[in-house]
């Protein structure tokens, strides 16, 4: 079992930026691929960006591409989102998930393919 533990979100103005954390415990991520995941209010969650658990593979939604940045820090078990010119679309809670990929550099976007999921963290971007 895999625990995530999302922190970072807030309250920002257009154009500013917030850095997401994702704590694991339990296990360690170097067996997981990430992605982080957003679901605003009457919408289907989403996939922002994912990297795969070797080998640093990324996908980015066009939404992200340009503003925000997945990063992994194995040894302190940490997934990162740091997201810049954050626009009011971008409002929504922020999710964290894992996913046991038998294959170390791929990543996944498909949500129904990750088995561990964090509570999430609301950001709120204000025009």
């Known amino acids: 079992q895999v625990q995530l533990v999302e922190s970072g979100g807030g309250w920002v103005q257009t154009g500013g930026s917030l850095r997401l954390s994702c704590a694991a415990s339990?296990?360690?991520?170097?067996?997981?691929?990430m992605g982080w995941f957003r679901q605003a209010p009457g919408k289907e969650r989403e996939v922002v960006v994912a990297?795969?658990?070797?080998?640093?593979?990324?996908y980015y939604a066009d939404s992200a591409k340009g503003r925000f940045t997945i990063s992994r820090d194995d040894a302190k078990n940490t997934v990162y989102l740091q997201m810049n010119s954050l626009k009011p679309e971008d409002t929504a809670v922020y999710y964290c998930?894992?996913?046991?990929?038998?294959?170390?550099?791929?990543?996944?976007?498909?949500?129904?393919?990750?088995?561990?999921w964090g509570q999430g963290t609301q950001v709120s971007v204000s025009s």
């Open positions: 339990g296990r360690t991520l170097r067996n997981y691929a």
């Open positions: 998930a894992a996913t046991s990929s038998p294959t170390p550099m791929r990543f996944t976007t498909n949500l129904n393919e990750y088995d561990y």
């Open positions: 990297i795969s658990r070797i080998g640093g593979r990324t």
